[in-house]
Nanobody, 126 residues
Framework: QVQLVESGGGLVQAGGSLRLTCAAS????????MGWFRQAPGKERDVVAA????????SYADSVKGRFTISRDNAKNTVYLHMNSLKPEDTAIYYC???????????????????WGQGTQVTVSS
């Protein structure tokens, strides 16, 4: 059974930092592309960051470039999202997603991902 379990969300003041963690099990993690998505109330779920199976390529939404960093540890079956300089508009539920494949291009769309976590709430106060 595939499981993606996010953790690390919470309440933080604007300008603060959080690190989200997604622990994967039940799938060949080192052969999976990974992504972080977020969904704010009343809005669609959008990609935040994505990383290829090797970690060799990453991509980011324009709104988080320079503030967020995605990374992975294939030995620990874990992907991270380091979030700095948080803004109130970063408030959302953050989801981890996995897609099978060792491509060299990051996957930036929901339909490209098959497995999803339950999400973790991030709230940034002003």
């Amino acid at each position: 059974q595939v499981q993606l379990v996010e953790s690390g969300g919470g309440l933080v003041q604007a300008g603060g930092s959080l690190r989200l963690t997604c622990a994967a099990s039940g799938l060949p993690f080192s052969s999976c592309a990974m992504g972080w998505f977020r969904q704010a109330p009343g809005k669609e779920r959008d990609v935040v960051a994505a990383i290829t199976w090797s970690g060799g390529s990453t991509s980011y939404a324009d709104s988080v470039k320079g503030r967020f960093t995605i990374s992975r540890d294939n030995a620990k079956n874990t992907v991270y999202l380091h979030m700095n300089s948080l803004k109130p508009e970063d408030t959302a539920i953050y989801y981890c997603a996995a897609a099978m494949g060792r491509g060299t291009v990051t996957r930036r769309y929901e339909y490209e991902y098959y497995y999803w976590g339950q999400g973790t709430q991030v709230t940034v106060s002003s």
